[in-house]
């Protein structure tokens, strides 16, 4: 699966006189067959997160696949 979390609005993250300079959010964690990819916004910047056990899904196919991922957002 994959997910669009979305943009954090910073104005929703009111912490007294303290302002949020960085904000995401993660993808859960699920279990062999699936795993989960997620993106979340905050400011100019996306992050990329995946929620997986190594169990059923090697890290470094994860890698592989977001490292795709950042090559096509780089070449827009």
Request: overall charge negative; charged content about 20%; proline content about 7%.
């Amino acid at each position: 699966a994959f997910t669009n979390i979305g943009r954090i609005h910073p104005e929703r993250l009111r912490f007294g006189e303290v302002e949020a300079r960085d904000a995401y959010a993660t993808a859960s964690v699920v279990y062999p067959p699936f795993w989960v990819g997620c993106v979340t916004g905050f400011g100019d910047s996306l992050t990329l997160s995946a929620g997986f056990c190594e169990s059923g899904l090697p890290p470094a196919d994860v890698a592989r696949l977001f490292d795709h991922m950042i090559d096509q957002l780089s070449s827009v």
